[in-house]
């Protein structure tokens, strides 16, 4: 092997190792919300909803509703601040919180309490994945152009029966597979 060859094999190497590094807890990022948003319809990556209900044995009449009275409703739920309120029906008050609802019924004397709150970490990172952040379009493209990279110079580490020329190649071919079944059932479908 010449010093060329060499030189460009432990270029690609050293490519290949220090990119990875830097990328792996970016690719970790992403690979947690890919998985959480595959799974969207199954459950909320983002938030929390906490439901709970609530009994009223005090009587109230939602057209003489005060602001000292929604007070009073809303430390039943451990709120002291609220947003605005409003009557849907003539036995019924709604509360607006920030991030949360108290919807009761006085007829029922019951009262359902929902607060809607960040899942943590998934939060942050759907917020990535789904490039939110303003500019981060910009960061997510260098990125999975770097990812390309890491592929093509991981491709080139290995020599021999363990190399691209060999085995690989037909570990490459098989990994073709699934996203052209993928892509062949989409197309009949």
């Not at 439901?51 to 009587?59: G, Q």
């Not at 009262?111 to 789904?130: A, D």
Request: one cysteine or more; glycine letters at 6%; a positive charge.
């Amino acid at each position: 092997m010449n010093l060329s060859i060499k030189k460009i094999r432990r270029f690609n190497i050293a490519t290949h190792r220090d990119l990875g590094y830097f990328f792996s807890t970016l690719i970790i990022v992403y690979c947690l919300s890919g998985i959480a948003l595959n799974h969207v319809d199954e459950w909320n990556p983002d938030f929390v909803i906490t439901k709970k209900t609530i009994e009223v044995k005090e009587n109230f009449v939602a057209k003489d509703l005060k602001p000292t009275d929604i007070l009073l409703l809303s430390k039943k739920v451990d709120e002291t601040k609220y947003k605005v309120f409003d009557c849907p029906t003539k036995d019924q008050v709604k509360i607006y919180y920030d991030n949360a609802s108290l919807h009761i019924n006085f007829t029922t004397h019951e009262g359902t309490y929902e607060k809607v709150s960040r899942r943590p970490l998934f939060y942050q990172v759907n917020v990535l994945h789904r490039n939110s952040l303003k500019g981060w379009k910009w960061a997510s493209d260098v990125f999975a152009f770097m990812l390309i990279v890491i592929n093509i110079t991981g491709l080139f580490i290995l020599k021999g029966k363990h190399g691209i020329g060999r085995r690989g190649k037909w570990l490459i071919l098989a990994g073709f597979m699934p996203p052209l079944i993928a892509i062949i059932i989409q197309a009949t479908i």
